[in-house]
């Protein structure tokens, strides 16, 4: 099966990334940790490994379209491989990171240092198996929407052409910034309700369940899954240079 | 073992030949094994294919014969058959278009006779 | 069981370009082809279609009856050596044999330690810091090694010195013996690889424009010379490839075996990279 040897690949590919990374989180941890003693302990907290492992399958999610879709083409694999290899991957790598991280910061706080979760700042009430086994399941699904989010955005980069590469890459942080709270200005009132509306009732929703955040993650993944697979289903091997 | 690749001859005949030379100058005795067609044809980057006609022209000739699981061996009296076929080629090739050139260039016989003299001297 | 790669109808347009016009050609088991034609022909389009590295707009591709695209299994039986590095940045000459061999399992590894040794190539080096030539003999070593049924060599020889390029031609005749298997070689240097290969593809502004057993090839067509006024009066009603004038002197590149030849002429064969450049010119 080629996806076992796709997915072993994006892992030697990864694990040097994925060791510098702990290391420098551990070396900061280590750091507070010195610094909590030093200076009496109390209410320091720490949040660093939750959100930058997200991080790190982003990056990873842009890296690995271009580079896997010229390897494994190039090495007699589909790009249906390639995909669910990478899928996979990303699935794996980010229930690995949660399951870590989760324990790292459980570990924190039952040596009094006060690390907290993005999760257990939504959700402080949770103290049941259930409960925090949804926490891992949202930062596991979590982790995979943001790997596939970067592997969209470096597929839809891998497929422009030059040209289109500068207009998006120029158009896209201008609308963000002035574009959309220029649309919110400019919108009618009715709009600007409803999404008003919209909103706040989603996040209270949210606030219900981890599962319910686990769920508007899986959506997320889903869909970028799917343009992923648009992108990539038709992808020539390029090279630049 | 030397190819001219410009050539208008086949490489599989040129292969040939230089088979047959090397049996006429006796590097390849009778009863003995030649090259393997894969040493002909990574010595001088020559399609095995290539080599492998060549070799068969021979072996259709019996100046070569296989030994099975050993190889290409020369037969016996191989070098005679050769030497026949060639005087007749030699008579055809060389004597038969000497004359003709000669009759062009209005070259008598005797002077003929009186050229292939002096050329072996120079030989 | 048909061991061989099919193309049928492949159409491949770029935008406005059309790089391959309804090819359809087929590479035979076991054999050795030479794919030549100009800058821009087709050529590496060809073979990337094959290898399922570019999608045709039109057309399929077989792999021993198989359908070749997207299909993993098919694919394996082909080794493609591109002209560029299509390995991550940090990737060693060493890591590139290993995953040659994670994904052609009967990559053999010894023969490839040993030709590096041979070629003098570090396999501890990164192949971004190799020089052009050996890149190019990192790849060749894997390409060689990678015992797959079908092997694309795209500009093999590039950046390589005289006696490289003789070693490889050398390794690949040798391995070709020892363990046959579809070699496709594409490349610039045709006198090199003139009695190298069985079978010749002329690929011209992407269609097919001879496909003919070597041997054949060489005797497609001869070159005339001799008097301008008598070359002229031999040549007419033939297919002429191509003329050179000097002063009075001129020779004529034609199609067809010499017949019927006046003695004042001078007849020459026409070898494999004379005919291409006179077939392929404009």
């Known amino acids: 099966m080629k996806i076992g040897k796709m997915f072993k690949w994006y892992w030697q590919n990864t694990y040097w990334g994925l060791i510098g990374f702990y290391g420098a989180m551990l070396a900061l941890m280590l750091l507070g940790f010195t610094i909590i003693v030093f200076s009496g302990g109390g209410d320091v907290t720490m949040n660093g490994f939750s959100c930058s492992s997200e991080v790190m399958l982003l990056v990873m999610g842009i890296i690995f379209f271009s580079a896997g879709t010229r390897f494994g083409l190039s090495n007699g694999v589909s790009r249906k491989t390639v995909f669910c290899g990478m899928a996979l991957f990303m699935l794996t790598f980010s229930a690995g990171t949660a399951v870590i991280n989760v324990l790292g910061e459980w570990t924190g706080r039952a040596m009094g240092l006060g690390t907290v979760g993005i999760a257990e700042i939504i959700y402080p009430w949770i103290d049941n198996f259930v409960g925090r086994l949804g926490i891992v399941l949202s930062r596991v699904i979590g982790g995979w929407a943001m790997g596939l989010l970067g592997y969209f955005i470096g597929g839809a980069y891998y497929r422009m052409n030059k040209i289109w590469k500068i207009i998006v890459s120029i158009t896209v942080p201008a609308l963000l910034v002035f574009g959309l709270p220029l649309l919110v200005v400019a919108a009618p009132s009715s709009v600007t309700t409803a999404v008003g509306k919209f909103f706040p009732s989603t996040i209270d929703w949210l606030a219900q369940s981890p599962y319910n955040l686990t769920l508007l993650w899986l959506g997320g993944a889903i869909l970028c899954g799917i343009f992923s697979w648009l992108l990539i289903r038709r992808a020539p091997v390029k090279i630049a240079g | 073992m030397r190819f001219n690749f410009e050539s208008d001859t086949p490489i599989y005949m040129q292969v040939a030949e230089q088979i047959e030379d090397a049996v006429l100058s006796g590097a390849f005795g009778e009863e003995t094994q030649i090259p393997s067609t894969t040493e002909i044809s990574v010595t001088y980057k020559i399609n095995p294919a290539t080599v492998l006609k060549g070799m068969a022209l021979l072996a259709e000739a019996e100046i070569l014969y296989k030994k099975r699981g050993v190889g290409m061996f020369v037969s016996k009296g191989a070098a005679g058959t050769i030497l026949k076929q060639r005087k007749e080629a030699f008579y055809k090739g060389y004597i038969v278009r000497l004359l003709e050139e000669a009759q062009k260039l209005h070259i008598s016989q005797q002077e003929i006779v009186k050229m292939i003299e002096e050329g072996k001297a120079d030989a | ?282």
């Open chain 3, 1 to 282: 069981m048909h061991n061989s790669i099919e193309a049928k109808g492949l159409t491949v347009q770029f935008g406005t370009v059309t790089a391959l016009d309804q090819v359809d050609i087929s590479f035979g088991e076991n054999r050795i082809y030479g794919l030549l034609g100009r800058n821009g022909a087709g050529k590496s389009t060809l073979l990337n279609v094959m290898g399922n590295r570019l999608y045709p707009t039109q057309g399929s591709v077989s792999i021993d009856g198989e359908p070749g695209a997207e299909n993993d299994k098919a694919q394996g039986k082909i080794y493609y050596m591109g002209e560029k590095n299509v390995c991550p940045d940090g990737t060693t000459v060493r890591q590139l044999f290993r995953w040659s061999r994670d994904f052609y399992p009967a990559f053999d590894m010894e023969y490839a330690n040993q030709l590096a040794a041979q070629f003098g190539l570090n396999t501890k080096k990164k192949l971004k810091g190799l020089s052009t030539g050996y890149l190019t003999i990192a790849k060749l070593i894997a390409a060689l090694a990678s015992n797959a049924s079908y092997v694309f060599f795209d500009e093999p020889v590039l950046g390589l010195d005289a006696n490289h390029r003789e070693m490889f031609y050398r390794e690949l005749i040798h391995r070709y013996s020892e363990r046959p298997s579809t070699i496709i070689i594409s490349t610039h240097l045709i006198e090199e690889i003139a009695d190298i290969v069985e079978q010749v593809v002329i690929i011209k502004e992407g269609k097919i424009l001879l496909d003919r057993p070597a041997e054949e090839v060489k005797r497609m067509g001869y070159m005339v010379s001799g008097k301008a006024s008598e070359v002229d009066a031999f040549c007419a009603g033939k297919q002429i490839l191509g003329e050179d004038q000097l002063g009075g002197l001129k020779s004529v590149c034609l199609l067809g075996e010499p017949e019927n030849v006046p003695a004042t002429l001078e007849i020459a064969a026409l070898d494999l990279q004379k005919l291409f450049v006179q077939l392929t010119n404009a």
